[in-house]
């Protein structure tokens, strides 16, 4: 967590390691600390933020790491009930907040293309035992100078090592639609989006021809802090 009244430091990073405060648009050098959100499905207010630190940050391609033991922001059910154990009829229904928790596992890097409908996500076994790439289908990231927004269409993809790939989710995406956080044009949108992430997947085109499973964190960078306005509204800017 940030403190309060941080000062900013070189293109608007707080000195603190909290994201800027600014508004203003800007490439972030490697090693800065943004944030990572996700609005609400059906709703202007965000539910989820992760704080990120950046490897890459150009007109080509966005890429950010999330490091195990990071504290983010997850929705979680008004009762107290996670997200993912409750029963699908219900859980986009149900009353919902937010709550902070620790990202566990061995953390992920983050890709995205400016105006891309997704991004992709590698994953690791411990020992950095590489896993699987994961199609996260999702608006086009809009940028702020404290990081990057977007919001989920719940449909998903995985990218096995072996070029297979698998639809993830569908039962999700079907139930966003049913109870209306989805309409038909959006959800016909969303799987043209899948099915374009899916050619890429099929021409090995980047980011899996890249190499990207190779990469490893810089030793010296710290895990980033959530900050106290993780939920503020930012002026956003073109990709």
Same mark, same amino acid.
Request: charge should be negative; aromatic fraction near 12%; proline fraction near 10%.
């Given at each position: 967590? *940030? #403190?309060?009244? =941080? @000062?900013?430091?070189?293109? /608007? &990073?707080?000195?603190?390691?909290?994201?800027?405060?600014?508004?203003? !648009?800007?490439?972030?050098?490697?090693?800065?600390?943004?944030?990572?959100?996700?609005?609400?499905?059906?709703?202007?207010?965000?539910?989820?933020?992760?704080?990120?630190?950046?490897?890459?940050?150009? *007109? #080509?391609?966005? =890429? @950010?790491?999330?490091?195990? /033991? &990071?504290?983010?922001?997850?929705?979680?059910?008004?009762?107290?009930? !996670?997200?993912?154990?409750?029963?699908?009829?219900?859980?986009?229904?149900?009353?919902?907040?937010?709550?902070?928790?620790?990202?566990?596992?061995?953390?992920?890097?983050?890709?995205?293309?400016?105006?891309?409908?997704?991004?992709?996500?590698?994953?690791?076994?411990?020992?950095?035992?590489?896993?699987?790439?994961?199609?996260?289908?999702?608006?086009?990231?809009?940028?702020?100078?404290?990081?990057?927004?977007?919001?989920?269409?719940?449909?998903?993809?995985?990218?096995?090592?072996?070029?297979?790939?698998?639809?993830?989710?569908?039962?999700?995406?079907?139930?966003?639609?049913?109870?209306?956080?989805?309409?038909?044009?959006?959800?016909?949108?969303?799987?043209?989006?899948?099915?374009?992430?899916?050619?890429?997947?099929?021409?090995?085109?980047?980011?899996?021809?890249?190499?990207?499973?190779?990469?490893?964190?810089?030793?010296?960078?710290?895990?980033?802090?959530?900050?106290?306005?993780?939920?503020?509204?930012?002026?956003?800017?073109?990709?």
């Amino acid at each position: 967590m *940030a #403190d309060e009244g =941080a @000062v900013s430091g070189v293109n /608007g &990073t707080a000195t603190d390691g909290s994201p800027p405060t600014t508004d203003a !648009p800007a490439r972030w050098a490697p090693g800065t600390p943004v944030l990572w959100r996700y609005r609400a499905n059906g709703g202007p207010g965000f539910h989820i933020a992760r704080p990120v630190t950046v490897v890459r940050d150009d *007109a #080509d391609l966005l =890429a @950010v790491w999330l490091a195990p /033991g &990071t504290e983010c922001v997850k929705p979680g059910l008004a009762d107290g009930t !996670p997200v993912h154990q409750e029963p699908l009829e219900t859980r986009y229904t149900k009353p919902r907040t937010v709550q902070r928790g620790r990202w566990f596992g061995t953390g992920v890097l983050k890709l995205a293309r400016p105006g891309d409908p997704w991004s992709v996500w590698l994953f690791w076994e411990p020992g950095w035992q590489f896993k699987n790439w994961y199609v996260n289908l999702e608006e086009p990231l809009a940028r702020w100078a404290g990081g990057v927004d977007s919001e989920d269409h719940f449909l998903d993809i995985c990218v096995h090592p072996d070029r297979s790939w698998d639809w993830l989710d569908e039962d999700e995406f079907a139930q966003a639609q049913r109870v209306g956080l989805m309409d038909a044009g959006a959800a016909a949108r969303t799987r043209a989006a899948g099915l374009a992430a899916v050619e890429v997947i099929r021409a090995w085109g980047a980011p899996y021809r890249d190499g990207w499973e190779n990469w490893r964190p810089d030793p010296t960078w710290t895990v980033p802090v959530l900050p106290q306005d993780w939920d503020r509204t930012p002026v956003h800017a073109s990709p």
